[in-house]
Structures are given as structure tokens and as C-alpha cells.
């Protein structure tokens, strides 16, 4: 007795490691009370008291013996998942990972990747998950088949139990495999007889059993089923050489060109996994502008798919959560970037399209992960294969693909066999010389729009400003209405008469003479969508305009890309958001209205970027048996980007630009991270940034270690801000970069609290 006791203190862990979720860079350490002792695991949630009177939900991440040396560890309260726990051992570890790679507080990941019901921040605004039940009856088991007759007769005193039971056992039909009446819904019977207190007359005296069943809450795929197509030649080559590549890649990317049919070749990927038993997690950089994916998945897989992004309820999110826990998952998670925390206990295949899509990345707030780059570490924790997928792969994947680090699937035919669009380059400097332009239209780019309409077909038009115009600039003086809490220049939005800041969203109202020199000539200067499409219906009369950019609202995306698809509107004029894989018939002509702000964007990436977006967009013109046309507005028309993009030379644009990659050792030939600090002095901020940049410097290599520097825009609400580049070693790995890091913060810790700078990190910054 003695010896078995000891063996149990010693199995028994006293002290738990608890993710909270608080913005801080630490687990917090409690002890587990006895009593908790066996209940407690990895994975579960925990209730614990935090500060003065404050009492949080958190997760353990850890159980041991090791007391925490010189504080006084305070008991967790209560365990919350008495069954199960709520993440599974891989998704503690990845958590971990995130934590690590993308120098953030764990408490930030949990609260960024678990849905709101699961993380109740406390008990008192505890919403927290239950699965939606309903209660149910059966014969008590007590009573077995055998005994009934002689249960009814000895009711005989109680005629109206009698009834009820009598109309249970009717309702209720007998099931002979097992033996036993089924349950039924508390509800219907109570429906069904004279008298409700009987019910729970017999529900008391142990005759019938009542007991909550889980109902199905999620909402369920009621369409038609169809069967996948069938694959083309090149289609089914590319299928093989993907699944060929798998035996020697855990990584494999399909460089596929635009409607060369890549969701086409995932369905059959998917398909397979399913066969064997396998779930397949398939990310989308966005839904609301996706719904064609979204559609074409549920005709094929039902209900067997569940679709997982932020823009879904919590507790539509925390049941999606709960079922992937349960015994029957879902086989395929179709999500945006959040879904790669959801728990997979048979996870086969990771798909990630468009895996070149900034939307992957998080910008703001932590954690500022990138879901592409995470779901690899998942896929591998999980043991199955990842497949990125992109006509524009990301530099990073396309360069570890050359090095053999990831197999590589080339498809380069479009479904149809139609070729690449026909891309015609129109200098705008020029045109504007000689006074051809008509606003932001050139000749050829009204004519080729007039053309189409004519045909009947559809045109797309790219620009990427929104709103009326860019400034507000005095004719007089030069003077331009700025953002008095950010170093930026007003956008004027005509259809609300106002004039917004981009960064923080602030309105101010029109000026009508100029606040330097009183003149009164004051200029609305550059081009948004807003008065492309007022110049347009001019230009073009029988142009049919819908403009598509993110000051549209969410929940009229759809009825807009409907209107499209039905013709009801035949030009559709976006920003960035048209690229992201709409595939419209019709669509024969695709106008670039200025390719130039995109291509001077001060940052090393932005001409990767461009001829990414471009490129995209580009492939939305003829997807179907007419060969698309593509205008490209530009100031700057010998430059190489357009030469190659007018060329859709993928291949020697990246060579090209690998070079200067190469020469500057920016990625893929090192991993950046960003140190950002803000605060309300400059010269606070400025004298930190310095310090910072020395102890940087002495720990990475004066080379790795570039600024500090104001950014474009250094003020924002008010906030002065100043970045700090390392552009770490891949020899260095990100545990050893993370602890140099925080060896160089620990050394102005006194600094930042004293001047109340702030500062965060930006790892693989996109
Ligand atoms: P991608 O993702 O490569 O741009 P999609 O998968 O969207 O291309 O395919 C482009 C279009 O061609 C879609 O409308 C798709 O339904 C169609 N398509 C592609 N492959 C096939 C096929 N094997 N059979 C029938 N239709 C196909
Ligand atoms: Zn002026
Ligand atoms: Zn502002």
C-alpha cells in the first residue's frame, strides 16, 4: 500500500505550464490541487486565478515537477474539458513553433487561432461551447424487452403512465439486432400523449430514461452531387508526376499556368485521400471572393467537406472544432488561414492555392504568420504531404523548388488549349504627349473595351486605387490635404463626399479653399476606381460598370460576382481583389490601367509582386474558346517586368530577379525580419532604434543588419515609427536567431518601459 502510494506521487505532475491568453512572452506556471491530479493533461483547458482578482481560461501546454524557483505558484481552479482535450499533442507543438518562429506572446496565437467560444477570456463572459442538444427518451435499462409486459401491468393504479408508456413503445419500434426500443425525441412524444406530468411521472420512477443527444447544428449541403471531371492528358500527367514526387518530397509545388485546371487536378487528389480513409485540409487565401471553388468542392464532396474561416460564427467555428475532435471528421476542410489550427487526427494532404497570395500572410495584429509556411510545419507534424499550387509561384517556393528542396510539377497548358492572353504594352507617357489620352484611357484600351461590348463579351479592368481620386492638390501653391494623425495624403471618395485616409480609416470633410494661400483652384489629381467608372460610362455608354474593391461590403461580393456571371453587368473594374481566381466565361478582354505605382513601390518584393498581380489578373481574359486580349497601360514600357510579363516568361523574370535577390542577400537567400518600434516621441523612438541597431549588429554581423529607418510612412494616429531589418543566415536557425533577438531587447528593456515605446516583429515580412 505504501509503495503503491509513492509510485502515485511520483507519477503524479504537481506543477502546469499555461498558455493565457495575455499578450506576454511566457507560459505561466500554476500547481495542479490534488484533486485534479488524474483529470489534468496536455491540450486541456484550465480556469486559473490571474492578477488581483481576475481569473482566466488558458490551455496547459505542460505538466512536470520542477517548481518555478522564487515565486509562489497559485492553484488552477477547475479543469474545464473533463473528457478530451481541446488541442491535440501536434497542435500544442505548433503552437509552440508559431510562438518561437514568429517571436510573439503564445497567449497572442491562442487567441488569434482558437474560436472565441473555445477561449473564454473569463467565467463571467463565458459563452462557452456547448453542442447543441436535445433530449431524448427511452425505456429505462433497467428494464429489459422481457420484463415490459409485466412493467405495464404493474402501472395498472397509474392508467395515465400506463397510456404514455403504452404510446412509447408504439412510437418507438422495437430493434431486434440489439434488442432493444429505440429513443425518441422528448419533444414528439410529449406531442403525442394526454399528459405531459405522466412523461415525467415515469421519468422519475425509473421506467423511462431521459438524455440529451447531440444534434447536428451545421448547416448542411443539400444540392446536387456531380461526378469530377474527367482529366485531360496533360492534366492526368501532372496528377501522377505530383503523386511520383510525393515519394521523395513531403513538399511538392504545381506551377501551373492560369485555367490550366489545377482545382481540377486537388479534386483528385482529394478524392483519393478520401478513399483511404485520409482527411485533407485545403486552403484558400480568401472565401467571400471564392465562392466558384467554394461550389465547385461542395457538388463533388457534400457533405463530407466543411468550409473554415474568421468571417464564420464562433460557434459555428467551435462546432466545426468540436466534430474534427469526434469520431466522424470531416474529410476535407476547405479555409481560409485560421484553418490551419483546427485539429486533424488523419491528416493526409495540405493543399495550399494560390500559395503566392499576400492574404496568407497576417499583417496586423500578432501573430504575423504566414498560414503557407505553417501549414507546412503542420502537414509534416501530421505526417502528410503539402502541395502548394500557383501560376506565379512565391519566389521562396519556386527557388526551393529548383533547389530540389520541394518537388516541382510543371502544367503548362490551359485547359482549353486556347493560348495565354495576347498582351499589348501602350505607353502612357506618350500617349499623353500627343494628347491621345482621355483621363486614364488610352486609344487602344477604349477601343479594345468598345470591341468587346460589341461582341458581346466581358471586360475586366484592373486598377489598384480605390475611392475618386489620389490628392487633393492647390493648383496655386501645391499644397495637399493630409491625414493630421498620418503622414499620408487624403483619397477623396466621391460617393460619400469625403475625404479618407487609407491608414486609419479617418474622414474629413471637403476643403473649398486651399488652408496655405486661400486659392480657391483646388484640384482633385490621380485616378480611383470611383472616377474610372464615371469616366468609363462617358467614354463607353453601353458599358454596364460594377467596381469590386474593399470599400464594397463584404456581403454584396457575392451578388456582384452574380451580376457578372449573369452578364447583367459586362465590365467589372477592381483592385487587387479581381485577381484572386475568378473564372468567367466570358470574360475576353482585361485592361491594366497603370502598372507603374505598383512597380515603384519602395520595397525589394514589389516587382515580384507586380508581375504577380498582373499576371493573375491577366489570366482572367479568355479562359474559355477565344484567345484573351490584354491591354497594359505603362509609363515605363521597355522595362524588363513588362517585357517578360507581355511575354509570360515567369522563368527569366525570376532568374533575373534572383540576381539582385542574390547580390542584396534578401530572400529566398535569407529569412528578414522586421523590428518595428513606435511611440509618441520621435526622438524616443529614434535613440531606442539606434541603440538596437548596435547590439544587432554586434550579434548578427554589421551586414545582416540594416536601419534604423522611417518607413514610407512614419506616422501613424500619431504613432512615430521606425524599422529595423535583419536579414538572418539561413545557417542561423530561427532558435538561435530568437534568442540573440531577445538578448539585444532584454539590454533597452529599462529604455522601453521608461519612454513607453512599444515594438513588435515581423518574421518573413511580405
Ligand atoms: P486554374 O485553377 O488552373 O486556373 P481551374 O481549375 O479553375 O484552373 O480550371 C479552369 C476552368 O476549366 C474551370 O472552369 C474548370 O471547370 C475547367 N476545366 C479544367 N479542367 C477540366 C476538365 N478536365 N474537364 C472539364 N472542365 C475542366
Ligand atoms: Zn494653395
Ligand atoms: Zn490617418
Known amino acids: 500500500m505504501g509503495s503503491f ?25 500554476y500547481s495542479v490541487p490534488p484533486e485534479l491530479e488524474l483529470i489534468i493533461a496536455p491540450g486541456k483547458r484550465v480556469y486559473v486565478p490571474f492578477g488581483k482578482g481576475r481569473k482566466l481560461t488558458g490551455i496547459v501546454m ?27 499533442p501536434y497542435q500544442l507543438e505548433l503552437m509552440e513553433w508559431i510562438s518561437t518562429y514568429y517571436l510573439c506572446a503564445p497567449g497572442d496565437v491562442m487567441k488569434a487561432l482558437l474560436p472565441g467560444t473555445l477561449r473564454p477570456e473569463s467565467k463571467n463572459e463565458q459563452k462557452a461551447y456547448k453542442p447543441k442538444t436535445e433530449p431524448f427518451v427511452k425505456l429505462h435499462h433497467s428494464i429489459s424487452p422481457e420484463s415490459i409486459d409485466e412493467t405495464i401491468s404493474g402501472l395498472k393504479r ?137 461550389h465547385r468542392l461542395q457538388q463533388i464532396f457534400g457533405n463530407e467537406m466543411a468550409i473554415y474561416h474568421s468571417n464564420c460564427s464562433d460557434i459555428i467555428r467551435a462546432e466545426i472544432w468540436q466534430k474534427q475532435l469526434g469520431n466522424r471528421p470531416f474529410s476535407l476542410i476547405l479555409g481560409t488561414r485560421s484553418a490551419i489550427m483546427l485539429p486533424f487526427r488523419n491528416l493526409g494532404l495540405v493543399i495550399v492555392d494560390e500559395e503566392h497570395e499576400t492574404s496568407y500572410k497576417q499583417e496586423d495584429p500578432a501573430p504575423r504568420y504566414n498560414a503557407r509556411n505553417v ?93 475618386y481620386s489620389s490628392v487633393v492638390e492647390c493648383d496655386d501653391c501645391g499644397w495637399v490635404q493630409k491625414c493630421t494623425h498620418c503622414d499620408v495624403s487624403l483619397t477623396y471618395h466621391k460617393n460619400v463626399n469625403m475625404a479618407v485616409c487609407h491608414y486609419c480609416g479617418k474622414r474629413y470633410p471637403i476643403v473649398k479653399n486651399c488652408p496655405e494661400c486661400g486659392s480657391n483652384t483646388l484640384n482633385q489629381r490621380g485616378y480611383g476606381t470611383e472616377r474610372i467608372a464615371e469616366h468609363l460610362q462617358e467614354l463607353v455608354p453601353e458599358a454596364r460598370i460594377a467596381i469590386m474593391d474593399s470599400d464594397i461590403q463584404r456581403s454584396r461580393y457575392q451578388e456582384i460576382i452574380q451580376n457578372f456571371q449573369d ?17 468567367f466565361d466570358n470574360v475576353s478582354t482585361v485592361g491594366i490601367l497603370q502598372a507603374d505605382a505598383l512597380m515603384n513601390f519602395p520595397d525589394f518584393r514589389a516587382l515580384e509582386h507586380t508581375y504577380q498581380l498582373i499576371s493573375q489578373v491577366v489570366g482572367r ?48 537567400y535569407s529569412r528578414l525580419t522586421i523590428l518595428t518600434l513606435k511611440g509618441r516621441s520621435a526622438k524616443d523612438v529614434e535613440q531606442i532604434a539606434y541603440r538596437l541597431c548596435q547590439l544587432l549588429s554586434g550579434l548578427f554581423g554589421e551586414e545582416r543588419v540594416l536601419g534604423p529607418d522611417a518607413p514610407m510612412i512614419s506616422r501613424i494616429q500619431n504613432q512615430h515609427i521606425r524599422n529595423i531589418v535583419l536579414k538572418v543566415d539561413h545557417k542561423t536557425s530561427y532558435l538561435k536567431s530568437r534568442q540573440m533577438i531577445d538578448c539585444a531587447i532584454q539590454q533597452v528593456k529599462e529604455l522601453l518601459v521608461q519612454s513607453g515605446v512599444t515594438y513588435y516583429f515581423d518574421v518573413d515580412p511580405l
Request: glycine letters at 6%; a positive charge; proline letters at 3%.
Open 5 to 29: 502510494f509513492v509510485l502515485l506521487l511520483l507519477n503524479m505532475s504537481r506543477y502546469a505550464d499555461i498558455v493565457l491568453p495575455v499578450p506576454l512572452n511566457q507560459y505561466f506556471t
Open 62 to 88: 505542460k505538466l512536470h515537477n520542477i517548481p518555478p524557483v522564487g515565486v509562489q505558484t497559485k492553484d488552477i481552479i477547475s479543469v474545464t474539458d473533463m473528457d478530451g482535450t481541446t488541442l491535440l
Open 158 to 294: 397509474a392508467k395515465k403512465q400506463q397510456e404514455v408508456l403504452k404510446k412509447y413503445l408504439e412510437i418507438s419500434e422495437f430493434n431486434a439486432a440489439d434488442g432493444s426500443f429505440k429513443a425518441i425525441s422528448k419533444r414528439y412524444l410529449q406531442g403525442k400523449v394526454e399528459s405531459v406530468s405522466a412523461l415525467q411521472a415515469l421519468i422519475q420512477n425509473n421506467i423511462l430514461e431521459e438524455y440529451d443527444v447531440e444534434t447536428e447544428r451545421l448547416i448542411s449541403y443539400t444540392g446536387s452531387i456531380v461526378e469530377a471531371n474527367t482529366l485531360t492528358e496533360s492534366q492526368e500527367r501532372a496528377f501522377a508526376e505530383i503523386k511520383e514526387s510525393f515519394k521523395k518530397h513531403n513538399i511538392s509545388l504545381l506551377y501551373g499556368v492560369t485555367s490550366s485546371g489545377k482545382t481540377e487536378i486537388y479534386i483528385r487528389l482529394i478524392q483519393e485521400q478520401i478513399k483511404m480513409g485520409r482527411q485533407v485540409l485545403y486552403l484558400l487565401p480568401e472565401i467571400a471572393l471564392t465562392t466558384q471553388i467554394m
Open 375 to 467: 501549414s507546412i510545419m503542420m502537414g509534416i507534424k501530421c505526417g502528410a504531404k503539402i502541395l502548394l499550387g500557383s501560376a506565379t509561384p512565391s519566389f521562396e517556393s519556386y527557388a526551393n523548388a529548383l533547389w530540389e528542396k520541394y518537388g516541382l510539377v510543371t502544367l503548362e497548358e490551359r485547359y482549353t488549349k486556347v493560348g495565354l492572353p495576347d498582351i499589348t504594352i501602350v505607353d502612357i507617357a506618350e500617349m499623353r504627349r500627343k494628347k491621345y489620352m482621355k483621363g486614364a484611357f488610352s486609344p487602344q484600351l477604349i477601343n479594345a473595351v468598345n470591341e468587346a461590348i460589341e461582341r458581346d463579351e466581358q471586360v475586366i479592368l484592373f486598377h489598384n486605387r480605390r475611392g
Open 567 to 583: 452578364g447583367k453587368t459586362n465590365v467589372l473594374i477592381g483592385t487587387q481583389m479581381i485577381s484572386k481566381g475568378f473564372d
Open 621 to 668: 481574359a479568355g479562359r474559355r474558346n477565344i484567345r484573351g486580349k490584354v491591354i497594359l497601360q505603362t509609363r515605363q514600357p521597355d522595362n524588363q517586368l513588362i517585357q517578360m510579363l507581355s511575354r509570360h516568361n515567369y522563368r527569366a523574370f525570376f532568374n533575373e530577379q534572383m540576381n539582385d535577390r542574390l547580390a542584396f542577400v534578401y530572400p529566398p
